[in-house]
């Protein structure tokens, strides 16, 4: 039992070393933030303001645009991981990082944990724009909670999946393109911004099991006091399935892409 303690306090350890790295990084470079901020804003404003008179549906468009843009802001900054962890190859910091006596999988363990900690930081700055131009929370303090962690926990789930593909291109131009180029259509074709019964029956039939879709209907009903057009405690449950079965796939390719870099 000793033995196990001591190899857990050397892997936190290892981990929050390697979280303090990233997050210094932020500090040293704070436009990083800045502009990682200004899109899911851009989204939000353009489509509530531009577009929202064209496509809205009957009540208050920003309380069904905020959830979906907020699902769309942990996707795309998940996808900054892969562009680090490939920055980090080329500069052969991973290398470096190898050769120490330290747990291997607190490298990709601390990258993303801190692209998660961003999220925290970039969700909040969204939810006080949000009710700066109307959006209101209908649901109690339990169902935000919930929705919180869902948004946190299916960013972090697709960090993985970024991961993956950085450790697979090894280079920073080529992982920003790979990685940003299946999310657009994962994103569009989705409930974020219209309900899926407007789509063509072959586009709605996708964007239904899309885990986008599942993870945004659930965020939705929980901050709008379920708004009775889906199912919440099935969307809340799939969610978690998704995000477990993301989890399940993409970390052993991941930490075995790692380990053959």
């Given at each position: ?7 857990t306090?050397?892997f936190v ?6 979280v303090?790295?990233?997050m ?5 470079l704070?436009?990083?933030m800045?502009?990682?901020s ?5 989204f ?9 008179g064209a ?6 468009y ?5 959830p ?6 942990v ?5 900054m ?6 920055e980090?190859l080329?500069?052969?910091i ?7 006596p330290?747990?291997?999988s ?8 801190t ?5 925290v ?8 724009i949000?009710y ?7 649901g109690?303090?339990g169902d ?11 960013g972090?789930?697709?960090?993985w999946v970024?991961?993956?593909i ?15 180029i ?8 989705s ?18 099991i899309n885990?986008?879709s599942?993870?945004?209907?659930a965020v ?6 379920n708004?009775?057009e ?6 809340v449950?799939?969610?978690f ?9 993409f970390?052993?390719?991941a930490v075995?892409?790692?380990r053959?870099?």
């Amino acid at each position: 039992m000793k033995k196990i303690l001591n190899h857990t306090a050397w892997f936190v350890s290892d981990l929050l070393v390697m979280v303090e790295r990233n997050m210094i990084k932020y500090v040293r470079l704070p436009q990083l933030m800045v502009f990682s901020s200004i899109q899911p804003v851009m989204f939000l404003l353009l489509f509530t303001y531009v577009f929202g008179g064209a496509i809205s549906r009957g009540g208050n468009y920003i309380d069904y645009l905020l959830p979906g843009i907020l699902a769309q802001t942990v996707m795309f900054g998940a996808m900054m991981t892969g562009v680090g962890l490939a920055e980090d190859l080329q500069k052969g910091i991973i290398d470096r990082f190898k050769s120490l006596p330290m747990a291997h999988s607190a490298f990709l363990l601390g990258r993303t944990f801190t692209d998660m900690i961003r999220n925290v930081f970039v969700v909040l700055l969204m939810l006080g724009i949000g009710y700066c131009i109307g959006f209101r929370l209908h649901g109690g303090l339990g169902d935000f909670l919930t929705a919180f962690s869902i948004l946190l926990f299916f960013g972090f789930a697709f960090s993985w999946v970024s991961a993956t593909i950085g450790m697979a291109v090894k280079n920073v131009e080529t992982a920003q393109v790979s990685g940003f180029i299946w999310v657009f259509p994962l994103v569009f074709a989705s409930s974020i911004f219209v309900p899926t019964e407007t789509m063509p029956e072959w586009l709605r039939a996708f964007a239904d099991i899309n885990p986008i879709s599942v993870v945004v209907n659930a965020v939705r009903g929980l901050m709008l006091a379920n708004v009775g057009e889906y199912d919440l405690a099935q969307s809340v449950v799939l969610s978690f399935v998704w995000i477990a079965g993301i989890l399940a796939v993409f970390i052993p390719i991941a930490v075995r892409l790692y380990r053959r870099s």
